[in-house]
């Protein structure tokens, strides 16, 4: 089992519809979880952090954590072609107590015009 | 206020060569990570460092990769002997004091080593 696993997609929505990314993770110590954006040849750009159970928001962005079900999940309302890009789940890397982060393969998200 | 430096931004060395990547952290941050993209996987952590300490070197192959983070300086990752299959982008992360398992890490452009 991979220690933190996305669809790879590309999940593929309208211009202005709400986008759902997925992710789920075993490390049940883990303690801190991130999405980040990378578009094609970039680097990673943070865009949400959660740390507690619950929905955190964000302008257009809703980050959702369930620690029960190993879960987190970001949703971008009134998605733009401009959203278009990887998007990479990262979890603190549990037990160790660092800053090391362990990433999920991305999905890559299309928003169509 | 900058944010993390890397450079260089593209590296080609010949297979036998060194490739010496550099990183510098944020302004006020003292925590550096370097982590390696290979093309079409995700990104892989290597090693975290502090000023003069190897924190976390786990994710480092074990052979012709070093990390260093001297009290001066910037971060330097250094690859002896490149292989083709070291052909990879190479980010450098760097976060702020305090407790690291509740830190945002923020990255640099990274490097693109090429190894021909």
């Known amino acids: 089992q991979k220690e933190v696993e996305q669809n790879s997609g590309p999940l593929s929505v309208p211009e202005g519809a709400i986008a759902s990314l997925n992710c789920t993770y075993s490390?049940?110590?883990?303690?801190?979880f991130f999405w980040y954006r990378q578009y094609s040849g970039k680097s990673p750009e943070l865009i949400m952090s959660?740390?507690?159970?619950g929905d955190k928001e964000d302008g257009r962005f809703t980050a959702q954590l369930n620690k029960a079900s190993q879960y987190v999940s970001l949703l971008i309302r009134d998605s733009q072609p401009s959203d278009s890009a990887t998007y990479l789940c990262a979890v603190n890397g549990g037990s160790s107590n660092t800053g090391k982060l362990i990433f999920g393969q991305g999905t890559t998200l299309q928003v169509k015009p | 206020n900058a944010g993390v430096m890397q450079n260089p931004r593209h590296l080609v060395r010949r297979r036998g060569q060194e490739a010496r990547l550099r990183c510098s952290p944020m302004?006020?941050?003292?925590?550096v990570y370097w982590y390696r993209q290979l093309p079409e996987e995700g990104l892989k952590f290597m090693v975290y460092l502090q000023k003069e300490n190897i924190i976390d070197e786990s994710g480092m192959p074990k052979e012709r990769f070093s990390a260093e983070f001297p009290k001066e300086g910037p971060s330097i990752l250094r690859i002896q002997q490149v292989v083709r299959g070291d052909s990879a982008a190479y980010f450098c992360a760097s976060s702020p004091p305090g407790p690291q398992a509740y830190t945002e890490a923020f990255f640099g452009q990274g490097t693109r080593l090429t190894v021909v």
């Open positions: 490390d049940r110590g883990s303690q801190s």
């Open positions: 302004k006020g941050h003292s925590h």
């Open positions: 959660i740390y507690s159970n």
